[in-house]
T-cell receptor, first 114, second 110 residues
Framework: NAGVTQTPKFQVLKTGQSMTLQCAQD?????MYWYRQDPGMGLRLIYY???????DKGEVPNGYNVSRLNKREFSLRLESAAPSQTSVYFC?????????????FGPGTRLLVL | QKEVEQNSGPLSVPEGAIASLNCTYS??????FFWYRQYSGKSPELIMF????GDKEDGRFTAQLNKASQYVSLLIRDSQPSDSATYLC??????????FGSGTRLSIRP
């Protein structure tokens, strides 16, 4: 059981370039999430997907798009990267714990936009 | 006012002592509360969750919740150097909405 996997681990982009961050989970979870983490800011939700075929905006969606390809995979796309998108990106999936979804995180992607 | 507040630290605690980490939240409708540990350069990992007022113990960890005061804490007994990490408090007000605090950096000194 690999849990939540993310690729790539590191990426350097130039301003204006595009890229897709990949995330996959093998825990049969319905819900998946993309967060960014910046120093002193904690984790901020970019987008989430409650089930296959559905996506919703989180706190900081501007400049990003997502695709829930199937139950396992949830990708995050930067169409035109900006230096403000330099961050560490975490994907998570969740399972119900009582009524609340408990989240499990991937190892992260460190992105630098020059 | 941030929705979930934590003291950024660093909190320095001698080995073997009790480390006390605190978190306050603004949404009175919050129903679930989580503590995550994050080592430098790694992803957050879940330590505990708590839903009801009072204490919940798991090994050396105890989560305490006081909904009236909108306060949740994490106690770590017999602190070890391996406990040195950033601890993230997270608060859920609906099944899919979870807000994270910015974390408290804990350092256990030998």
């Amino acid at each position: 059981n690999a849990g939540v996997t993310q690729t790539p681990k590191f990426q350097v982009l130039k301003t204006g370039q595009s890229m897709t961050l990949q995330c996959a989970q093998d825990m049969n979870h319905n819900s998946m999430y993309w967060y960014r983490q910046d120093p002193g800011m904690g984790l901020r939700l970019i987008y989430y997907s409650a089930s296959e075929g559905t996506t919703d905006k989180g706190e900081v969606p501007n400049g990003y798009n997502v695709s829930r390809l199937n139950k396992r995979e949830f990708s995050l796309r930067l169409e035109s990267a900006a230096p403000s998108q330099t961050s560490v990106y975490f994907c998570a999936s969740s399972a119900p714990t009582g009524w609340q979804e408990t989240q499990y995180f991937g190892p992260g992607t460190r992105l630098l936009v020059l | 006012q941030k929705e979930v507040e934590q003291n950024s630290g660093p909190l320095s605690v001698p080995e073997g002592a009790i480390a006390s980490l605190n978190c306050t939240y603004s949404d009175r409708g919050s129903q679930s509360f989580f503590w995550y540990r994050q080592y430098s350069g790694k992803s957050p990992e879940l330590i505990m969750f708590i839903y009801s007022n009072g204490d919940k113990e798991d090994g050396r960890f105890t989560a305490q919740l006081n909904k009236a005061s909108q306060y949740v804490s994490l106690l770590i007994r017999d602190s070890q150097p391996s406990d040195s990490a950033t601890y993230l408090c997270a608060v859920g007000s609906s099944a899919s909405k979870i807000i994270f605090g910015s974390g408290t950096r804990l350092s256990i000194r030998p």
